[in-house]
Structure formats: structure tokens, C-alpha cells
């Protein structure tokens, strides 16, 4: 049953970063505006934010053989981070090579940011787990 609830966590990831992808190139110009202020920050960079924020958590789940170590689960982390930042970073390239969506690092910025705290909320959980299971033995 473990191997199967894996490769249904691992369709996921696969299926957040489709999702990912179709957010970040469709053509919202006639349904969302993403330029009103949100708090004195464009909603665009809060959504972009909020995009991103998924990533480490979803990974996090979907590879637990990945990070059973304290130096494998810091690569894990950097990995991520790494990951997330390159898809970042094409996805802003590319948008400003379609005509309709434009490259702004700001975006970039944004979706780091969200790695960032995402990443610092698995370190939280892991943390969590670790103490659980000595408080256990």
C-alpha cells in the first residue's frame, strides 16, 4: 500500500507542475486582473507567490526516500529551491517571448520567495516528525 500511495503522491507533484505551467503561459488578459494592489503589493506577485508555495510541500511528500538523513534532506531542500528557481526562471524567459505575457524578475523574485518559505515550513515539519518519533522510542 506504501508504494502505491507513492506513485499517487508523485502523479501529483507531476500534475502541480502541469498545473504550474498552464498558469503560468495561458492568456488570463480577459477574465483576471492581476495588476490591482493586494495589500500595496500587486496581486500578480501574491499569486505568483502562492504558485510556488506548494512545491517544497508537495515534494516533500512525494519523495520520502529522498530525505531520511540530515544531509539528504538539506540536499532535498537545495534541490527544491534549485528546481523551483529554474522553473522560475523559463517560465519568465519564455513569457517574454509570447507576446502576451511579459518577463518581469519581480515574478521571479516572488516565486523564490515562496520556495523559500515553503521550504522553511518543511524544515518546521520535519523538525516536528523527528521529535515525534524520539519522544516515541
Known sequence: MQNKSNYI???IFILYIIGLCFCCFWDFRSSIDLNANLFGVFSDKTVHFLMFFPMPLIAYFSFP??????RK?????ISVFIFGTAIG????LIQGWTGYRTRDLWDLAADCLGLISAIGTVML???????????AR
Open 9 to 11: 503522491l508523485k502523479g
Open 65 to 70: 526516500k529522498i530525505r531520511n538523513t540530515k
Open 73 to 77: 534532506f538539506t540536499m532535498f531542500c
Open 89 to 92: 526562471a523559463a517560465t519568465e
Open 125 to 135: 515539519v520535519e523538525t516536528a516528525v523527528k521529535a515525534r518519533r524520539r519522544a
